[in-house]
C-alpha cells in the first residue's frame, strides 16, 4: 500500500471554476498536496495518458475533452492514498456517487466527471510520473 495517489481536475471542472473548491475537499480530508501545476495536455499527451482505453469506444472523445482546456495535475500524499481518494471522489457516474463526494458535488456526467483519481498504487505511480518529475515533487 502506497501513500501517494495521483489526481486531475478536468477541463469542466476548472472551466467552471470549482478548482478551488475541490482542493479545499481535499486538503479538509487530510491529503497533503506533494505536487501541483496548472497544465493543458495536447491531444497526443492525452492519448498517451489514456492509452489504457485506446481500443474502447469513449477513447476519442477522452482525448478530445481532456485537451479541451487547462487541467490541474497534483500528486496527493495520505496514508492509503488510493483508497481514501478513490472514497472522497466518488463514482464514475456523478448520479450513483454518494452524497458528498466530490463528483457528486463538481460532475455532470460519467464523460465530464470533474475529477480523475488513480485507481491502482502502481498506476498512481505511472500517472505521477506521467506529469511530474523528481525536482517538482516536495
Known amino acids: 500500500m502506497s501513500n501517494q495517489t495521483f489526481t486531475m481536475i478536468k477541463p469542466d471542472a476548472v ?12 486538503i479538509k ?9 496548472l497544465t493543458r495536455l495536447t491531444t497526443e499527451k492525452a492519448g498517451e495518458f489514456y492509452a489504457i482505453h485506446k481500443e474502447r469506444p469513449f477513447y476519442q472523445e477522452l482525448v478530445s ?3 479541451s482546456g487547462p487541467i490541474v495535475a497534483a500528486i496527493l500524499t495520505k496514508k492509503n492514498a488510493v483508497d ?3 472514497n472522497l471522489i466518488g463514482a464514475t457516474d456523478p448520479a450513483k456517487a454518494a ?10 456526467s460519467v464523460g465530464e466527471n470533474a475529477v480523475h483519481g488513480s485507481d491502482s498504487d ?14 517538482e515533487r516536495f
Request: hydrophobic share 40%; proline share 0%; no cysteine.
Open 15 to 26: 472551466k467552471k471554476g470549482y478548482t478551488g473548491a475541490i482542493l479545499d475537499h481535499i
Open 29 to 37: 480530508a487530510g491529503f497533503h498536496i506533494s505536487a501541483m501545476k
Open 65 to 67: 475533452f481532456m485537451s
Open 84 to 86: 481514501e481518494f478513490r
Open 99 to 108: 452524497e458528498g463526494t466530490i463528483r457528486k458535488l463538481y460532475a455532470d
Open 122 to 135: 502502481a498506476n498512481a505511480k505511472i500517472e505521477s510520473d506521467f506529469f511530474f518529475t523528481e525536482k
